[in-house]
């Protein structure tokens, strides 16, 4: 069953910011989150591991609430680099295997 | 850098056909997937094996089978092609305690 995300959209001029949602119905071990620029495959971002440690290395945060099945990713102070679709990949303990959100689209114009 | 690659970028295909995706990644990671992914339905997972000749269904498995005859290659078998079967098709692996996927470019699938 696949996370829903929120908004499906979002149009950010730079330096601007915006937040992603995820909620999974399901319990969670961690959230993954990755970036698709358009033609180009997926490329992960950063991992929401059970407990609050986040390990990621773009300057790019987020967070996890477990009590909530829910994760937010926050773009502060968005560059033209941040433009491409963001996925998040809610994980279930000890199975390697993700059903991904739909996505949402951000477009940073100058 | 681990890699993960797919055989064609582009892949064009008649109804009824038999077609063979191909993934092969070069890192000795024990998982692989399989998805597909449309535009307003995100990537959906068809297969996937965490092991040499284990395989599992995914979200989506319907009218798909795959192969793992060795580790480091991972086959997607459209037994035959049908319209909707047309999309793109992103093959993935992780190593056990890795923190996140590596995605193949992609196989863009038309069935005519």
């Known amino acids: 069953q696949q996370p829903v995300q929120s908004p499906q959209a979002v149009i950010l001029r730079e330096g601007e910011d915006a937040v992603i949602n995820c909620s999974s119905s399901k319990a969670l071990y961690s959230v993954h989150w990755y970036r698709q620029k358009h033609g180009e495959a997926p490329v992960f971002l950063m991992i929401l591991l059970k407990g609050g440690e986040q390990k990621g290395h773009e300057k790019i945060s987020a967070s996890f609430n477990e009590k909530k099945q829910q994760s937010s990713l926050y773009l502060t102070a968005s560059q033209l680099s941040y433009s491409g679709t963001y996925f998040c990949g809610p994980r279930i303990f000890n199975d390697y295997k993700l059903s991904f959100g739909a996505g949402t689209t951000v477009t940073v114009r100058a | 850098d681990v890699k993960v690659t797919q055989s064609s970028r582009y892949l064009v295909k008649r109804t009824g056909e038999k077609v063979f995706l191909e993934c092969v990644q070069d890192?000795?990671?024990?998982?692989m997937f399989w998805y597909r992914q449309d535009p307003g339905l995100g990537l959906r997972l068809i297969y996937f094996s965490y092991d040499v000749k284990m395989k599992e269904k995914g979200d989506i498995p319907e009218g798909y089978s795959v192969s793992r005859e060795k580790k480091e290659r991972f086959s997607l078998i459209l037994e035959s092609a049908s319209t909707n079967q047309t999309s793109m098709y992103l093959c993935a692996s992780i190593s056990q305690g890795a923190y996140g996927y590596t995605f193949g470019s992609g196989t863009r699938l038309t069935v005519v």
């Open positions: 890192m000795d990671h024990e998982n």
